[in-house]
């Protein structure tokens, strides 16, 4: 039967102090004091769902750029930057998917991360599945401090591999808990007893229990049950309805992390992943109109990530400046400033011819004086070899790199500043003036290492486009094991 072959997850690197935002409101909303304990998961200014679902995938796809044996993506999301523009398309030209791939964005629903891993496993064949969120939530409600943002990533297989499907099952209703119209505006919650007694109670148990009956197993048989929700204790009340062992019941991250949204399902299970052992059973359920169950019975094989949920959570940076989230997440109106104003239109023509370039970092290696440039020309910037059409594709994305020179720049516009950028150098040949992101004043410093990271560039606002392009960001993994090695 078809099963997880590899997995991996994404959380920002900021977190926001929930006491922060509670002692920012107190004069507004005193009644939050209760929920100031904890962070939450932060994106940073240039991160949003798509972004952060490219890093899951990279994460569970590993450094090796051979991704040919990807036949199809679902990208999934309840906020994706495009209505009407494929952004599983961007996906697979940052991951630098073959071209013949099928690719499908899946949303609609706080269900639809679990909903594409049980599509894609159905659809039988080698698939990605990526999931990220990023929900916005108005200032001083409980959503500003339950939420959370971060991605998940799963290739799917025809093999067991790591934890093999043994059941699945779906309940579909217009229970509507909460809903967020076309304008991409804030989530309308409707009363909590309603939702949790009416909603929850009802509709998860019964999908819980389709799918164990498909897998042949009893609710006590399961090993880790993954179950998303803002409501306290809610898990384990589900648990007890379909007779899953307290013991079961695996910790949601809500105190490090948040709620995700339709991506936390999907963290979860890859959460599970990390711990299960050879012939454990994982269960995980999300809902929203209606629920989705999945039952795995794992492996003690297959890829396993090199950062996964631990090491996401465990890479973090505290935030207590609550203004700054505020202004990251487009929900305070503050001068820019003039050097700010400028025309961000796109060519899209450009766009699409260098789309290579773009969106997947690619530059060109000469074949015959093996001199690495980027951009990729027509002609070889080897000094001695001026060679014309002899460069063949060359991938910098996974590459490691080093900053040669940099610099921290307060008068040009950025929404973090100082705006720093700088050349970066590779390994094995090219460098590239980029920017540099997830760094404060003092962070950077000549030879640090850096990784690359698919970002935000640009907002065109007038327009509503959102620019993508890759990022140098610290790679303090690197800088780790510097600092043991001495």
């Keep these: 039967m078809a099963g997880i072959a590899a997995w991996g997850a994404y959380a920002p690197r900021l977190r926001l102090s929930r006491k922060a935002v509670t002692d920012a409101n107190a004069w507004v909303a005193p009644n939050l004091k209760a929920k100031g304990k904890g962070e939450r998961s932060m994106a940073n200014w240039d991160e949003d769902a798509l972004t952060m679902a490219v890093e899951a995938a990279r994460d569970a796809l590993g450094p090796d750029d051979d991704r040919s044996h990807i036949a199809a993506l679902y990208f999934a999301s309840t906020t994706a930057p495009f209505a009407d523009r494929l952004n599983a398309g961007i996906v697979a030209g940052a991951l630098i998917l073959e071209k013949a791939i099928a690719?499908?964005?899946v949303t609609g629903s706080q269900r639809c991360g679990l909903t594409a891993l049980g599509q894609?496993?159905?659809?039988?064949?080698?698939?990605?599945?990526?999931?990220g969120e990023h929900r916005k939530a108005r200032a001083a409600s409980t959503q500003e401090l339950?939420?959370?943002?971060?991605?998940?990533?799963?290739?799917?297989?025809d093999d067991p591999g790591a934890a093999e499907l043994l059941g699945r099952g779906s309940v579909t209703a217009d229970f509507v808990d909460h809903f967020r119209g076309d304008d991409g505006g804030f989530d309308y919650y409707w009363e909590e007893r309603w939702i949790r007694d009416e909603g929850v109670v009802k509709l998860v148990p019964q999908a819980i229990r389709n799918a164990l009956e498909v897998a042949g197993l009893s609710a006590a048989d399961i090993d880790y049950f993954c179950f998303p929700s803002t409501f306290s204790g809610m898990a384990?009340?589900?648990?007890?309805?379909?007779?899953?062992?307290?013991?079961?019941?695996?910790?949601?991250?809500?105190?490090?992390?948040?709620?995700?949204?339709?991506?936390?399902?999907?963290?979860?299970?890859?959460?599970?992943?990390?711990?299960a052992k050879a012939g454990e059973l994982i269960l995980a359920a999300q809902f929203g109109q209606g629920a989705e169950a999945l039952v795995f019975r794992a492996t003690g094989a297959g890829q396993r990530p090199a950062r996964g949920v631990t090491g996401s959570l465990a890479a973090r940076e505290e935030e207590a400046n609550y203004l700054k989230f505020l202004t990251f997440n487009g929900l305070i109106e503050w001068d820019k400033g003039m050097r700010a104003e400028k025309d961000?239109?796109?060519?899209?023509?450009?766009?699409?011819?260098?789309?290579?370039?773009?969106?997947?970092?690619?530059g060109g290696r000469c074949r015959?004086?093996?001199?690495?440039?980027?951009?990729?020309?027509?002609?070889?910037?080897?000094?001695n070899n001026p060679a014309v059409d002899t460069q063949e594709p060359y991938r910098f994305a996974e590459r490691r790199a080093s900053i040669l020179s940099y610099s921290a720049d307060y008068l040009t516009f950025s929404m973090a500043p100082p705006n720093h950028y700088g050349m970066v150098v590779f390994e094995g040949g090219g460098r590239i003036m980029m920017d540099i992101t997830d760094v404060a004043p003092g962070d950077v410093e000549t030879g640090l290492p850096v990784r690359m990271v698919f970002r935000i560039k640009e907002v065109d606002e007038k327009r509503g486009f959102v620019r993508y392009f890759w990022k140098a960001a610290p790679d303090r993994a690197v800088g780790q094991i510097a600092q043991a090695a001495e």
């Design 368 to 383: 015959e004086t093996g001199v690495v440039q980027f951009p990729r020309t027509r002609i070889s910037v080897a000094p």
């Design 103 to 105: 690719a499908s964005d």
């Design 146 to 157: 339950d939420f959370g943002d971060g991605a998940a990533a799963f290739v799917v297989s």
């Design 236 to 275: 384990a009340t589900v648990a007890r309805a379909v007779g899953i062992r307290p013991e079961a019941v695996r910790d949601n991250l809500a105190a490090v992390m948040g709620e995700a949204g339709c991506a936390h399902g999907p963290i979860m299970l890859a959460h599970a992943l990390e711990d």
């Design 120 to 131: 894609a496993l159905a659809a039988g064949g080698t698939s990605l599945v990526v999931v």
């Design 344 to 362: 961000n239109k796109t060519a899209l023509t450009t766009l699409y011819r260098n789309e290579d370039m773009i969106l997947g970092l690619v």
